[in-house]
């Protein structure tokens, strides 16, 4: 793209490097660095859930009180106490929706953030290193993923401790019971444990599927207006409605694992009900139990299903976020092409010049050069004039003002070398964002850019001028009217050295010349690559440089009229 590329030196400095040595590590690394609101979600999930879970014993004793001829004043006394724990509740319960809102949001943007910084980071190299459907995918669906996990997070710590409170409460007052819920509830969530490995390798072939998926779209919708041309659209079409199928069985497959994890959640727990009522009854019709502590084991057994099924959920959220954070763990993982050097070596001031032994390109500084080169290869020589480490075949590197490429600080290399191709694209916005980036560029500074690359006429064709929106990737331009906005972005930047591949390939000759020209002159002083086998372009070159497939230099210097 034609930009300025990221600088990691800018990074916020209150995010850490993710750790992405794992799912889990990943995840552990997200709570370290905010703790606060899974603690304070986790207070308030036990302060929520413990009155929930008292609120039958309170009642049993109220029955119990009445039964044995206690006074309205003891009766009164645990009404009382029953509302209060209500009260407390709904409180907990308010503040505990806020506190893991405020954990999920923490997991959601932090996410985010070191997912765009390293997307960033990247640049370009990240086409060639995972498909976009991959990054949309972990953008959207792996994120909330995440954010869901440190949701439930609150709610199951406090129903665990309120799990744990009753089966001691019931033990106090029936050692029997006790020990029943004691074995029952962990029997039935261990239950379950056997239906997560094959939910986790579901969704994970599901979420391959989106990825897949999600990549075909964005290929048909960028390329529409070619396969419509070479009639191909209905062929594509075919083969987007085969994978969105194959995304409909993952889906399925996966959720016939969820449907049976769900209805295991509430079957087990209710098992574990059963057979506490059911023994609790005998207790009671032998005189071990009175009738209230019977209400209250009764109770407090339907009570301790939330917690299952509590945990039922965590179970199922922690599952899909391992794997959502095992992708996004994936892309993290990737490394950018270029590497910032262990002892950066300043660039001259003013024009640089650019050589590179290996394929014969040398370009002056503050002149304009056009290499000719096999069309296939423009891009890969592109890459090694610009970025460091743009070539591993261990040739000696490309001299950029006389310093390595590999040796420049990669900010300093970033603000003064930019390059501008055909994969370049337009993105949604004004034509005024577009082109300035919402950097600081005056009104004639931008005029200029336009009539140099011969898009005034472009501009002045929309319905809005500057400020028309354009959608994405410009699809409601021309081939050659993107092309042009493109190059007119690439000269407002105004970098020491702009590098071009092919920068009027979609225009007419007419046009192609008008652009030539006023390249040349409004880049004099600065240094210039053109790869392109037009004459109209060589025919204002200062030099030109012609490779062949196995890189054999032959060069003209038309300033001094001999071969160099």
């Known amino acids: 793209m034609t930009n300025r590329l990221f600088d990691a030196s800018v990074a916020p400095a209150s995010l850490p490097e993710a750790d992405v040595r794992g799912p889990w590590a990943y995840l552990w690394w997200l709570v370290r660095i905010r703790p606060w609101p899974l603690v304070l979600s986790g207070l308030l999930g036990a302060v929520w859930m413990v009155p929930l879970a008292l609120i039958p014993l309170v009642i049993g004793r109220a029955i119990d009180e009445a039964g044995q001829g206690g006074g309205q004043a003891d009766l009164y006394l645990w009404s009382l106490l029953a509302l209060a724990l209500g009260v407390v509740q709904a409180l907990a319960g308010a503040g505990l929706i806020q506190a893991a809102v405020g954990a999920e949001a923490h997991a959601l943007s932090h996410t985010h953030r070191v997912l765009m910084r390293h997307v960033v980071r990247l640049g370009a190299a990240l086409r060639g290193k995972a498909r976009s459907g991959d990054v949309a995918a972990s953008a959207a669906a ?39 819920v004691l074995i029952g509830v962990p029997a039935a969530v261990l239950g379950i444990g056997p239906l997560l490995q094959p939910l986790q390798v579901r969704d994970e072939a599901q979420r391959e599927q989106m990825g897949i998926a ?45 449907a049976w994890l769900q209805a295991a959640g509430i079957f087990l727990p209710g098992l574990v009900t059963v057979g506490i009522v059911w023994f609790g009854a005998r207790l009671a019709l032998q005189g071990t139990i009175t009738a209230g502590e019977l209400v209250a084991f009764y109770g407090a057994s339907a ?12 179970a ?25 050097p262990a002892h950066p070596e300043p660039l001259p001031p003013g024009p640089l010049s650019l050589a590179d032994a290996h394929t014969g390109i040398a370009a002056e500084a503050g002149r304009l050069t056009v290499v000719v ?192």
């Open 142 to 180: 792996d994120v909330e993923s995440i954010g869901n996990a440190f949701e439930v997070v609150g709610r199951t710590i406090g129903a665990v401790f309120a799990a744990v409170l009753v089966a001691v409460a019931l033990t106090a007052t029936s050692p029997l019971l006790g020990l029943a």
């Open 214 to 258: 999600t990549s075909q779209a964005g290929d048909i919708v960028a390329g529409l207006r070619i396969l419509r041309g070479i009639g191909g659209e209905a062929g594509f079409a075919e083969r987007f409605r085969r994978t969105s199928q194959e995304v409909r069985r993952a889906g399925e497959s996966a959720g016939r694992m969820e």
């Open 303 to 314: 009570f301790l299903t939330l917690p299952v099924s509590t945990a039922t959920e965590a």
């Open 316 to 340: 199922e959220t922690l599952s899909l976020a391992k794997v959502a954070a095992g992708r996004v763990c994936t892309l993290l993982r990737l490394t950018p092409d270029a590497t910032q």
């Open 373 to 564: 080169a096999p069309t296939d290869r423009t891009g890969d020589l592109a890459d090694r004039l610009t970025r460091p480490g743009g070539s591993d075949d261990g040739a000696p590197a490309v001299l950029l003002g006389g310093i390595p490429l590999d040796r420049v600080d990669l900010a300093e290399l970033r603000s003064r070398v930019l390059r501008s191709g055909p994969t370049d694209t337009l993105f949604s916005g004004t034509v005024r964002e577009e082109l300035t980036a919402e950097a600081a560029h005056s009104p004639h500074d931008l005029d200029r850019a336009l009539f140099t690359a011969d898009a005034d006429d472009v501009v002045e064709a929309l319905p809005a001028g500057l400020d028309t929106r354009l959608d994405e990737g410009g699809r409601a331009l021309s081939g050659g009217q993107r092309q042009r906005l493109i190059l007119a972005r690439a000269l407002l930047a105004a970098p020491d050295v702009l590098v071009l591949e092919d920068p009027t390939s979609s225009v007419d000759a007419h046009t192609e010349a008008r652009v030539a020209e006023r390249v040349a002159a409004a880049r004099a002083g600065r240094t210039t690559i053109v790869f392109s086998d037009s004459p109209l372009w060589r025919g204002v070159a200062d030099r030109e440089v012609r490779l062949d497939a196995d890189r054999i230099p032959g060069s003209l210097d038309r300033s001094a009229g001999v071969p160099s």
